[in-house]
């Protein structure tokens, strides 16, 4: 007898464009409706544009016919995803309380410095005095702890809400936090997705001018499902010089172009070393991400440049910015924080 659980079953086939995972596990489908030999699903789109919609619904629809006994499918959506994608983003419908902007610090790989990009980024706003939070997504690998020397435990409010430790005048969340040093993370997806979403909705953050989410390395399910979970007003990707970093920077883009974030620049971190006499060699060769930036039309936000002090005090869980703000390595990180407010308004 036709019933929800056969419709679910049919649903599951049908992949989230240009993904692995289907729609029932994005939580896409929000409700399914039997009578006799109808079938009616409401599906509702958190990103995407209008294009990658019409795509589903065709895919959805097409998956319902093939199910014996249905006689006539139906795949409507909540809202219009046309008209939400024109007019009001995602980011404002579901926009936390309390909070100003929400941004995404991104890598389409590992090794170029992202995390060191968003504890430095997160003081330098500080520094500029605005109200900062840091989410540390990287599950597997949280090191924002060690950055920013910190393993205090949050602990809880009189609501039952998480209240995020705080350091430099930041305020932090991490996996780090809630385990032993060095004991790995064993989660499947729908567990590290259940994770993010309670350090989004039951963790105190509010008041906030900014909530940095530090988004783990890569273009994934993981990191298409972390865009939609957390209401973001934009992204920032992180990328070195050279070619094999762009390529997948090119990657990143498209990731956050699916699920209708805007892109708010491009850094290119490590991008020259000075040598103690003054010197300047570009290591990784220089300029990539400023041409790439040019290339697809998106902001550059700036360079920072490769010094032993921005290693030596994150290391030492003092980032560059906290240590030595008037410093040139600092003023690097200060000049794209300036960048990234101005884009944002």
Known sequence: MLNQEIITQALKTVKYPGYSRDIVSFGIVKSIAVNAGAVTVSLQLTGGSPAVAAQIKVEAEKALRAVPEVER????????????????????????????????????????????????????????????GLLDCDIYGPSIPLMMGIREKPTVS???????????????????????????????????????????????????????????????DAQLSLCQTVPLDGGVIVTTPQEASLGVVRKGIA???????????????????????????????????????????????????????????????????ASQPEGAAAGAFIALARALRERLG
């Not at 024109?86 to 419908?93: D, F, G």
């Not at 991008?271 to 060769?285: M, Q």
């Open 73 to 132: 499918a139906e795949v409507e959506f909540a809202s219009s995803p046309a008209v939400a994608a024109a007019a009001t983003p995602w980011s404002q419908q579901n926009k936390m309380p309390g909070i100003g902007r929400v941004v995404a610090v991104a890598s389409g790989k590992g090794g170029v410095g992202k995390s060191t990009v968003s504890v430095n980024l997160a003081c330098a706003l500080r520094h500029l005095g605005a109200q900062v």
């Open 158 to 220: 009189n609501a039952e809400k998480l209240v995020p430790p705080s350091r430099h005048g930041v305020k932090l969340m991490s996996m780090g936090f809630l385990i032993e040093d060095d004991a790995p993370v064993i989660w499947r997806g729908p567990m590290i997705m259940k994770a993010i979403q309670q350090f989004i909705t039951e963790v105190e953050w509010a008041p906030l001018d900014y909530l940095l989410v530090d988004l783990p390395p890569g273009t994934g």
């Open 255 to 321: 990731m956050f172009e699916k699920v209708n974030v805007p892109i708010l620049g491009i850094v290119e971190n490590m991008s020259y070393f000075v040598t103690p006499h003054g010197e300047r060699v570009e290591i990784f060769g220089h300029g990539g991400g400023r041409a790439e930036a040019q290339r697809r039309q998106i902001p550059f936000l700036g360079e920072i440049p490769l010094l032993t002090e921005i290693r030596v005090s994150g290391d030492a869980g003092v980032p560059i910015v």
